[in-house]
């Protein structure tokens, strides 16, 4: 039996995560993957208005909050049966692009860098020759010898305070790490730069929303930001998504394929069998066909035989969760249903998360930025190819190793240029049709007193669903099966591991004190077990710690 290492909990996401696995010949043998606290949400929605679902859901997280009130408005849209006003869409759209746009920044940067930069050896490097490093690298708009200086400077402060800050509980000088000090030193600099453009481009929010995190522009039938379709609004929205896609083009897509040149074999390292889009961006009201960002189900890495995802095929599997035992059940007739005693945690035999099992037609299925650009590339999408065939030459690696952790890391930041370009376009589209007197919005609607519907989105972590049963105008049931329990969830009752537990199969390990190369995949799936995993008493709203032993 191979040396057990556990990380508990994963830090640099949203939410508790636990992950253990087994190391053997200095690799990784096998894996458990483990949300630990119980979600409620689901539960404490029934017997409420259908249309206050959005402002619950999207409270599931303080990061992916926009996403979650989309889902459930789109399910009550479909189970009403409205057809969408055009400028309803492209607003939606471009909440949504926004989204994109930041949480992608924050990832790369702020969630998964540090994995692969070593921010102590930065206070090494020689601040002229990372100058001129960054000069070759990419077109930044600041730069110099003595900016980079005075970057070092500030990281020397925080070391010789003892106090590392956002850079603290690391493996600093872990021998996994390639980058020499200048490129650590650059990317330093950029962690910070990119503080600054990500506080910006969470603003997009809040010109046709409101206010972020949480939008309320959002309703059943459309958007109500019509008082907000005005020139100045209009303009400031466009001039930050040009500003965020210039430091997208500019300094993060250079930052990435300049980390990727160090760590080519990680093109070979934590990839995955199957993946599941969803879709999103629809450009009329032709959905899934019209959709920039289209849906799709891979089997086997078979890109030349990509079929159309329905979510009739999607259920959840509860056999090693913490929940009663249940067949696999389709989210219509899903169950929310704790384990009335405390648990156990049990990874070989017994259950071991509260996060369920998601499956397509029995499948586990990878989805999040990967799944989207293989899709897309598969079904020879014009944008999305450019972008992949580029990086792929550049990097002078083959087509499969985007199956990886790499491949992962840097669709991530391949879709963020498309999706801020296509946005330019939208905005366009918006202007043009508010130009010709279409300011319409919203669309009326009756409720019924029996219906069900489903609203399906692809957000930047991944596929997301949501499905509401409503019955004499309430909510009768209600689930969502988010991308990180399709990502994180635990095995299922045929024994088949989820997406992250069969990722670390294989990933070395240099050092079991110090497992770096786990954090790696880990992260790379951009963990977000806050919408999975949640803890409230339905009756009572008082929130429980619950100890895993």
């Known amino acids: 039996m191979g040396k057990r290492i556990t990380i508990d909990p994963i830090t640099r996401i949203e939410g508790h995560l636990r992950i253990e696995v087994e190391v053997e010949g200095g690799k990784v043998v096998n894996a458990w993957s483990s949300g630990t606290l119980f979600r409620g949400i689901e539960v404490i929605l029934q017997g409420r208005d259908p249309r206050d679902a959005q402002h619950f859901v999207q409270r599931s997280c303080g990061v992916c909050t926009y996403v979650h009130a989309l889902a459930s408005v789109r399910a009550v849209d479909d189970a009403v049966g409205i057809k969408l006003p055009a400028n309803a869409r492209l607003i939606r759209n471009l909440l949504h692009g926004a989204q994109y746009q930041h949480d992608h920044i924050v990832h790369f940067y702020h969630l998964h860098a540090l994995d692969w930069v070593d921010i102590v050896s930065a206070l090494k490097a020689d601040p002229a020759k990372t100058a001129a490093l960054a000069d070759n690298t990419g077109n930044a708009p600041w730069g110099g010898r003595q900016y980079f200086k005075n970057v070092q400077v500030r990281l020397q402060t925080f070391v010789d305070s003892g106090q590392l800050g956002p850079f603290a509980n690391a493996y600093w000088g872990h021998s996994a790490y390639k980058l020499p000090p200048e490129a650590n030193l650059m990317a330093a600099a950029h962690y910070i730069e990119a503080l600054r453009i990500q506080a910006k481009a969470a603003r997009m929010h809040a010109i046709f929303g409101g206010k972020n995190p949480h939008p309320q522009s959002l309703v059943v039938g459309g958007v109500t930001s019509v008082a907000d379709l005005v020139p100045d609004r209009i303009a400031e929205f466009l001039y930050i998504t040009k500003e965020t896609q210039e430091f997208v083009k500019n300094v993060y897509i250079p930052d990435l394929m300049a980390v990727a040149s160090f760590y080519k074999e990680w093109g070979a390292i934590g990839g995955c069998t199957n993946f599941l889009t969803y879709g999103d961006f629809p450009a009329s009201e032709q959905e899934p066909e019209s959709f920039y960002m289209p849906r799709g189900v891979i089997r086997k890495r078979d890109l030349a035989n990509i079929e159309m995802a329905d979510q009739q095929k999607v259920t959840e599997d509860v056999t090693r969760a913490w929940y009663l035992k249940s067949a696999p059940k389709h989210p219509f007739e899903g169950e929310t249903r704790p384990i009335p005693e405390n648990p156990k945690f049990s990874p070989e035999k017994g259950k071991y998360s509260w996060a369920k099992a998601p499956r397509y037609d029995g499948l586990p299925c990878e989805v999040g930025p990967l799944a989207r650009v293989l899709v897309a590339y598969g079904k020879g999408h014009a944008d999305i190819k450019a972008l992949v065939d580029g990086a792929l030459k550049q990097l002078d690696i083959p087509a499969s190793a985007l199956f990886s952790t790499l491949g992962r890391t840097a669709a991530r930041g391949l879709e963020t240029v498309a999706i801020g370009d296509a946005m330019q376009g939208w905005v366009t589209e918006l202007v043009e049709n508010l130009k010709n007197g279409d300011t319409k919005t919203y669309q009326p609607y009756e409720m ?77 799936f951009d963990p977000c077990l806050a919408c999975a995993v949640h803890v409230i008493d339905p009756h009572s709203n008082q929130v429980y710690k619950i100890r895993v032993v």
């Open 448 to 524: 019924p007193q029996t219906a069900q519907g489903v609203g399906l989105n692809d957000v930047p972590r991944g596929a997301l669903g949501h499905w509401i049963r409503i019955e004499n105008g309430k909510i009768g049931n209600y689930q969502y099966v988010v991308p990180s329990t399709w990502n994180l969830g635990p095995r299922d009752g045929g024994g088949n591991l989820s997406p992250v537990e069969e990722a670390l199969i294989g990933t070395p390990v240099a050092d079991p004190q110090k497992p770096l190369e786990v954090l790696r995949t880990v992260h790379s």
